[in-house]
């Protein structure tokens, strides 16, 4: 029997056995009593988790891609102008998506490991005006968390009637994002990560501006992804628009308990603190972190490899020792590893965790002192 790996890749992120006992409950009838209960317990969870009373969720089979073109397809006409703040990979791929529907868009980017500033944004909308802003919250390429709130401010000073769209496919339900406060239009996020279910759904939230928006648009660019298809289905699973996939919702709807279970600042406290152990356990070891200090993400770390330690082989042995972290993307590729904490990662996790980077550092011979990982980790993780 293959040992269960420790999944420490940028999502999916470790399910725990709550919610794989969840996701094997019997397939039910999805306009059954029990997906009523379910699919509407988890779209009234998703409100709490997102700080939102008159938003309106969207949980649909899918992945966060699908989040993506939800969310753009739904609010933006013909004629409007979008502009896609981008720190990296999942940021140009917001572009993509407006290049694949030919959205007219801007792409403002920064470097990576970096992110785009408040004022930097404030210039921009100084340039033009546009009705749709789009950022990614954390982009999982690079490690680096955008200022969603200040983004929120400067939009609310400087053109208030446009609407904000934040990608939280790697940052909701791990980082606070409070859509009623802050003036987001839609959240978009995914099931596998900091929400710590299965893959499998798409999640949109829509503010009662968009769902405005939406209904101003009468035609849009999508049949599955069309939210005024769903809404009927979200208002009242007993409706049938297609078939919901009523496994993962029974997992996804168990996962935002466990979430609410814990109290969204303790886990947003947890994410913190446990990112910020990582990152000193790993520096302990002589590794260096490839995001800038200032935008560092509470939710996956990006780690530059020294010299002498070669990408594969580090993964691979690091594999062996139980424990599966995911390679750069794009220009960090074989420069960098990525180490996601996010979700329901324990305590004993870490530890186990650095247990077998020790382990996987002293097969390939770098030099280190042992234990070294391990201490700091332990001694800076009380119970
Ligand atoms: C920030 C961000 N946006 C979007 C996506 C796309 O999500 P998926 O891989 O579920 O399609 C990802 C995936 O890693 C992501 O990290």
């Not at 306009?31 to 779209?43: H, R």
């Not at 981008?86 to 490991?113: H, P, T, V």
């Not at 994002?177 to 893959?199: H, N, S, Y």
């Not at 691979?316 to 180490?339: D, H, I, S, W």
Request: with cysteine; aromatic share 8%; net charge negative.
């Amino acid at each position: 029997m293959c040992q269960q790996k420790l999944l420490l890749i940028p999502g999916p992120s470790p399910v725990v056995d709550r919610i794989l006992e969840a996701l094997a409950r019997p397939t039910v009838s999805h306009i059954s009593p029990e997906m009523e209960k379910e699919l509407a317990g988890a779209v009234e969870n998703m409100k709490k988790i997102v700080f939102t009373t008159g938003g309106q969720p969207f949980i649909v089979a899918g992945a966060g891609t699908l989040a993506m073109e939800i969310a753009l397809l739904n609010i933006t006409a013909d004629s409007d102008r979008v502009l896609v703040v981008s720190q990296g990979f999942f940021g140009n791929r917001m572009a993509e998506i407006c290049e694949a529907f030919e959205l007219k868009f801007q792409l403002l980017q920064s470097q990576w490991g970096k992110v785009v500033t408040p004022d930097e944004l404030r210039a921009e909308l100084k340039r033009h005006h546009y009705d749709i802003v789009v950022c990614t919250h954390v982009d999982t390429a690079t490690g680096a968390c955008a200022p969603v709130k200040e983004y929120a401010r400067v939009l609310h000073d400087m053109s208030p009637e446009t609407l904000f769209v934040v990608d939280g496919v790697c940052a909701t339900g791990g980082i606070e994002e409070r859509m009623d406060d802050w003036g987001i239009d839609v959240i978009l996020t995914a099931a596998q990560k900091c929400l710590g279910a299965p893959p499998g759904l798409a999640i949109d939230v829509f503010s009662p501006r968009a769902m405005e928006k939406r209904r101003k648009l009468h035609r849009i660019k999508a049949y599955y992804a069309d939210i005024m298809r769903w809404l009927p289905v979200m208002e009242n699973p007993n409706k049938y628009f297609s078939t919901p996939c009523v496994n993962e919702i029974r997992a996804f709807y168990e996962a935002t308990r466990i979430v609410l279970e814990e109290g969204l600042e303790k886990r947003f406290e947890r994410h913190e603190r446990f990112a910020s152990v990582i990152r000193h356990g790993l520096n302990s070891l002589g590794f260096i972190t490839y995001t800038d200090e200032t935008c560092l993400a509470a939710t996956l770390s990006v780690i530059r490899y020294p010299e002498e330690v070669d990408d594969q082989t580090f993964r691979q042995k690091l594999y062996e020792n139980g424990v599966v972290v995911a390679g750069g993307l794009g220009p960090t590729a074989g420069k960098v590893f990525r180490l996601g904490h996010m979700g329901n990662l324990t305590r004993d996790q870490i530890i186990f965790a650095f247990d077998a980077i020790e382990k996987t550092l002293l097969s390939i011979g770098y030099a280190f002192t042992l234990g070294d990982g391990v201490e700091t980790v332990r001694s800076l993780l009380v119970r």
